[in-house]
């Protein structure tokens, strides 16, 4: 199984980027688990950026309350991909982003949370500096 993560780079504020996770050996399409983004930024912890997953009830996702309407989670089945769209960018953005797969249902940890997950890409830096 692997994750593999790329799109990241150095860009000025205010600027796009688009980072990609391919899965191979792993079906990012599986119902009711979890697949998304986090990050490390220098001298902090790791934390949840966006997050999805389906359920009986549709579709759950779940942003950071610093990205929300600038960043966008979605994916490609097709191509076994995730994408996170990162708009606005802001210096404090400035980090590793990893991306991430659950592959043994946790349903009782929350998107965000790092336990949930099992599969890890290697990360991909971003940078946003003028």
């Known amino acids: 199984v692997q994750l593999q993560a790329s799109g990241g780079g150095l860009v000025q504020p205010g600027g796009s980027l688009r980072l990609s996770c391919e899965a191979s050996g792993f079906t990012l399409d599986l119902k009711y688990y979890a697949i998304g983004w986090f990050r490390k930024a220098p001298g902090k912890e790791r934390e949840g950026v966006s997050c999805?997953?389906?359920?009986?009830?549709?579709?759950?996702?779940y942003y950071g309350d610093s990205v929300k309407g600038r960043f966008t989670i979605s994916r490609d089945n097709a191509k076994n991909t995730l994408y996170l769209q990162m708009d606005s960018l802001k210096p404090e953005d400035t980090a590793i982003y990893y991306c991430a797969a659950e592959s043994v249902g946790r349903s009782w940890l929350p998107l965000w949370q790092e336990l949930k997950y099992d599969y890890w890409g290697q990360g991909t830096l971003v940078t946003v500096s003028s």
């Open positions: 999805m997953s389906s359920s009986v009830t549709g579709d759950r996702t």
